[in-house]
C-alpha cells in the first residue's frame, strides 16, 4: 500500500506539485510573455520572412528558460515521490522548446502571410470563441508534446503508468491555453471597454 499512487494523495504531492506549477509558469512563462512584450514593443510586428522567423526563434529559445524553470520546480516535487526519476529539467527543457517550435507555427504563419498580401486588406479578427477552441486544440497538442520527454523518464521508475502522463497533459494543456489566450487579450477587451 505504500506504491507511488497512495502516496501521491497522502502526502500532499497533488497541492505541492500544483503550487510548483503555479509558481514556475509564473516566472517560466511571464519571463517569456515580458520578453515578448518587450520585443514587439521595440521591434513592432515582423515585417517580413527572416524578421517572422527570427521571432520565433527568440521564443523558442525563451522557452528554453521556461522549461528550467518549470523542469527545477517540478523536479524539486518529484524527488519527494519518485528520488529515482533522472534527467527531468533537460526532458522539460527540450519539450518545452519542441512545444513552442510548434506553437509558433500559427503566429509566424499568420505574420508571413501578412507580409505576403500587404496591399490587400487585413483580414478579420475570428471571433474569441473560435480563438479559445484553436488555443484548447494547440495545447491538447503541445502538452503531449513536452510531456513525451518527460514520460521517457518517468516510465524508468513507474513503466506500468508513466503513459497516463500524456493524456493527463493533454487536458491540463488544453484548459489551460485558452486561459493565457484570454489573458494575451486582456488588454483589448480594456482598450475597447
Not at 487579450?185 to 480594456?190: D, L, M, P, V, W
Amino acid at each position: 500500500m505504500n506504491s507511488p499512487t497512495a502516496r501521491f494523495w497522502r502526502n500532499g504531492f497533488w497541492q505541492r506539485w500544483v503550487i510548483a506549477n503555479a509558481l514556475g509558469e509564473l516566472v517560466g512563462l511571464g519571463t517569456v510573455a515580458a520578453a515578448g512584450f518587450f520585443l514587439f514593443q521595440r521591434l513592432g510586428e515582423p515585417a517580413n520572412v527572416p524578421q517572422a522567423l527570427v521571432f520565433a526563434g527568440a521564443f523558442v529559445v525563451l522557452g528554453a528558460f521556461e522549461g528550467v524553470v518549470i523542469g527545477l520546480a517540478q523536479r524539486q516535487v518529484l524527488r519527494t515521490l519518485l528520488p529515482s526519476v533522472r534527467g527531468w529539467v533537460l526532458a522539460t527543457v527540450v519539450g518545452a522548446m519542441v512545444a513552442w517550435a510548434v506553437g509558433m507555427v500559427p503566429s509566424t504563419v499568420a505574420s508571413l502571410l501578412q507580409t505576403d498580401a500587404a496591399a490587400s486588406p487585413a483580414p478579420s479578427e475570428p471571433p474569441l470563441v473560435l480563438i479559445l477552441l484553436l488555443a484548447a486544440g494547440l495545447g491538447a497538442i503541445a502538452g503531449p508534446l513536452l510531456a513525451a520527454f518527460q514520460w521517457r523518464s518517468l516510465r524508468r521508475v513507474v513503466p506500468e503508468r508513466a503513459w497516463l502522463w500524456l493524456p493527463a497533459n493533454a487536458a491540463a494543456w488544453a484548459l489551460g491555453m485558452p486561459v493565457i489566450f484570454l489573458g494575451t487579450q486582456a488588454n483589448e477587451f480594456t482598450s475597447s471597454a
